[in-house]
């Protein structure tokens, strides 16, 4: 008997054996499984994070909810992408487009109409002094300003000078020209409101260099731009380079770097203007054929 039940203790060992290796077993299916569940994780990259989209909230509804797993990468990507400024945006100064002014208009004796903008005598005296406060540094230069009196009377007028104190935010000196258009100038003094224009009748813009320019040093002035100047820039052997403007309207390089090369422009409303083949000639008025959009 003992005989017999070991001869069957071992029949029982190899057919389990045989089971085991057996290719449709259950043993080595559950193996084949595993391995194949663990080349395939390896073979595919895990994917990015998948941020929710900018707002969500928890109250999202799952039938408007796209599923995480059907999120492409670049979809993701494009979602998270921070947003940026334009490159010609600039910062706002004092005078604002689309905004009323409120303030009083004295007026002066304006001669030739020459003023501290620089520009020499005006064939058009409908000009006016601004502020030193909302003059910043002659940015009030060529700004087209329509002025308003409460009697209904009006004026457009273009800054060409500075009022200093005892001139206050928000005045402007007019000349006498202009100040007739509004009331009879023995007045003197009067409220009014005022606010920037972009004029749809203008010229083409100029340039010219001050006197004493040279390929060491330069000052660079516009004129007859239909919006006032933001920045001008002149071309350098490393790229564009942004002057520093003066109280008396030109923008100067110390160094004389960009003296006599292109020169770009740029309004308060971000548009830019590239200019060629301007000579450095002191005082010589250079006409363009370019000028800014109306606004």
């Known amino acids: ?48 994070p998948t941020p929710e989209p900018s707002g969500a909230s928890p109250s999202s509804t799952p039938s408007t909810a796209v599923p995480k797993a059907s999120r492409t990468p670049s979809k993701v990507r494009t979602s998270a992408a921070p947003r940026r400024a334009p490159a010609t945006s600039v910062p706002a100064g004092r005078i604002r487009p689309e905004v009323t002014y ?8 304006a001669g030739t109409g020459d003023g501290a903008c620089s520009y020499g005598p005006s064939a058009d005296m409908m000009i006016a ?24 009377a009006s004026v457009t ?16 000196d007019l000349s006498e020209q202009a100040f007739a258009k509004l009331t009879a100038p023995s007045t003197g003094r009067i409220a009014i409101t005022w606010s920037l224009l972009s004029p749809g009748s203008a ?18 002035q516009a004129i007859g731009h239909r919006n006032p100047l933001a920045r001008l820039e002149v071309r350098t052997g490393s790229g564009w380079r942004r002057l520093a403007r003066t109280d ?48």
């Not at 005989?3 to 559950?30: E, F, M, Q, S, Y």
């Not at 409120?102 to 004796?109: D, E, L, P, Q, S």
């Not at 910043?136 to 087209?144: D, F, I, K, V």
């Not at 308060?268 to 002191?282: F, N």
Request: glycine letters at 12%.
């Open 1 to 48: 008997m003992r005989g017999i039940t070991a001869a069957l203790a071992v029949v029982g060992v190899l057919v389990w054996v045989v089971v085991a290796v057996r290719p449709g077993g259950k043993a080595d299916a559950g193996r084949d499984t595993a391995v194949s569940a663990a080349v395939s994780r390896g073979s595919l990259p895990p994917g990015p």
């Open 102 to 109: 409120r303030g009083v208009a004295t007026v002066y004796r």
């Open 129 to 152: 002094a601004m502020n030193t406060a909302d003059y910043e540094t002659s940015r009030a230069c060529g700004a087209h300003v329509l002025v308003r009196a409460a009697n209904g």
């Open 157 to 172: 007028v273009r800054i060409t000078n500075e009022c200093p104190l005892p001139c206050a935010p928000g005045q402007l």
């Open 203 to 220: 010229g083409t813009i100029s340039l010219r260099y001050k006197t004493g320019s040279s390929p060491y040093w330069c000052g660079i």
């Open 248 to 295: 008396y309207n030109y923008f100067l390089s110390p160094d004389g770097g960009g003296c006599g090369s292109a020169i770009r422009i740029t309004d308060i409303y971000g548009e830019r203007l590239t200019v060629d083949g301007i000579a450095l000639r002191p005082e010589a008025v250079q006409p363009t054929r370019v000028q800014f959009a109306r606004h």
